[in-house]
């Protein structure tokens, strides 16, 4: 059957879309924004990288816009963040004057960087001020050892979590091997195919 072109359904007090995707981009494009709500970002930003990974091909932000029913200003600062996040790239294709916006294809790689940016800097902010508070209290005559101890071992699981994501950064050694083979034998092909049988 077609895949025809639709407006998606409100979706827990949220406005119909609009635009101008079919079904299936519909439901993919909000399930990762929804997934990425989840994580603390905002929806929309899983929703523009969504379209621009499953179209496969650049778009400009009046594309995008008219796709997912967004406001100019409101892309414009979607992109601004994808981009300073490194999941979306600006180019300008040959002879075109207009920027268009591609997706970070190598899904590994997205993941690391994001943790990098982002978990590794609040962690090691998190680490400082209770390593901060911890140095406070032991000046205060009036804590009591207990209450120090406790800030020692608050401290201490901050050091090790911080120390663990920067391992993980470095190798990259999270258990993810089935959940993104499928993106590394998409890229794996894609790669063949462009080289010719």
């Known amino acids: 059957m077609k895949d025809v072109l639709w407006s998606a359904p ?76 490194g999941v979306v790239q600006r180019l300008r294709l040959p002879g075109d004057t207009l920027w268009r916006y591609e997706a970070e294809t190598d899904l590994v790689r997205m993941v690391l960087r994001v943790i990098e940016q982002r978990e590794a800097g609040f962690i090691a902010r998190i680490r400082s001020e209770l390593s901060d508070a911890r140095r406070l209290a032991q000046l205060d005559q009036d804590v009591p050892p207990e209450r120090l101890a406790r800030l020692d071992k608050m401290t201490s699981l901050a050091e090790s979590t911080e120390r663990a994501v920067k391992l993980f950064i470095k190798t990259a050694r999270l258990d993810v091997g089935g959940m993104f083979g499928v993106f590394r034998q998409e890229s794996a092909a894609a790669r063949r195919g462009a080289k010719g049988p």
Request: neutral net charge; aromatic residues 8%.
């Open 10 to 85: 409100a979706r827990e007090g949220r406005p119909a879309a609009s635009g101008t995707l079919s079904r299936s981009e519909s439901l993919a494009v909000d399930a990762v924004g929804d997934v990425i709500e989840f994580w603390g970002f905002k929806r929309n930003q899983g929703r523009v990288w969504a379209l621009l990974y499953l179209r496969g091909t650049p778009l400009t932000a009046s594309e995008i816009e008219h796709e997912l029913a967004l406001s100019k200003g409101g892309v414009s600062m979607l992109l601004r963040d994808l981009e300073r996040w």
